[in-house]
């Protein structure tokens, strides 16, 4: 594939490193304060989309700090353990929240595609569907991150906005 198809993660200045601890901070805060509330299947939905808040933001914390490709590694499959189920979790949290429901192999449709992205991005050392190619780069202080996307990286991304934009309708 072509130059179009590599994305490029920044890091290792300050300013974003502060920023992501904060976000962090900010997850961690809301989830301790939906766990402090009873918990009810609307709010039980929201607690797992702040977990997996929580843990994308941690991931991508640790991408910032990483200095090698093993490092870099590693934050990209923590990252991705909350990238992948999250818009699947939130577009439940507004059907629950609306009271509609979804027929359950759609649901388990979602799920699949979901973990399927988690397996591509945990063994994209072995296979290449959802990353080509992965390379760490430390270029004037500051970390790229060179990801040459495969299928599924775009079946995945294509699935997310489907699912928030069908959250969004539905909400309206």
Request: hydrophobic letters at 55%; glycine letters at 6%; aromatic letters at 12%.
């Amino acid at each position: 594939m072509g130059d179009e198809h590599v994305e490029f993660i920044e890091g290792i200045s300050k300013g974003p490193i502060i920023f992501q601890g904060l976000m962090v901070l900010m997850c961690a805060i809301f989830v301790i304060m939906l766990l402090s509330k009873k918990v009810n299947d609307i709010t039980q939905w929201l607690l797992v989309a702040s977990i997996l808040a929580l843990i994308q933001n941690a991931g991508y914390l640790l991408l910032l700090q990483s200095k090698n490709l093993n490092e870099a590694s590693i934050a990209l499959k923590t990252e991705y353990f909350g990238v992948a189920y999250i818009s699947t979790v939130f577009m439940f949290f507004v059907l629950a929240y609306c009271n509609k429901k979804l027929p359950m192999a759609i649901k388990v449709l979602l799920i699949a595609i979901d973990t399927s992205m988690i397996l591509g991005v945990w063994l994209w050392e072995y296979t290449d569907i959802y990353y080509i190619s992965v390379e760490h780069r430390i270029v004037n202080g500051t970390v790229k991150i060179v990801l040459g996307r495969g299928i599924l990286y775009y079946t995945g991304m294509c699935k997310m906005l489907l699912e928030l934009l069908a959250g969004e309708v539905i909400s309206i």
